[in-house]
């Protein structure tokens, strides 16, 4: 996505370009090849979903390296995808 894509994350959130990092490669993950609208409504989902996944983590280990990050997040998310995709249901009008 690039530096423009995390200077819309950091307006839109109001966090720093480390954290926009990390909600950019969710973002990426999950809604691939999304546009500038996407952008803007799934940043704040993706900064909170961030926010949760870490909280989630600190308080299941207790030990901060066991933290989940947004890196393992989406590689676990890649994994799981490939073993079981996802089947996408087509509704008729």
């Given at each position: ?34 546009s500038e ?18 909280e989630m ?37």
């Amino acid at each position: 996505m690039g530096l423009y894509w995390k200077s819309i994350i950091v307006k839109v959130t109001g966090c720093d370009y480390a954290t926009a990092g990390e909600i950019e490669k969710l973002i990426d993950t999950l809604c691939p090849g999304c546009s500038e609208i996407q952008l803007i409504r799934e940043a704040p989902i993706a900064f909170r979903a961030l926010r949760k996944l870490d909280e989630m983590s600190m308080d299941r280990f207790k030990k901060p390296y066991d933290r989940l990050t947004a890196d393992e997040f989406c590689d676990f998310y890649h994994m799981s995808q490939e073993q079981m995709p996802r089947n996408l249901v087509k509704f008729a009008a």
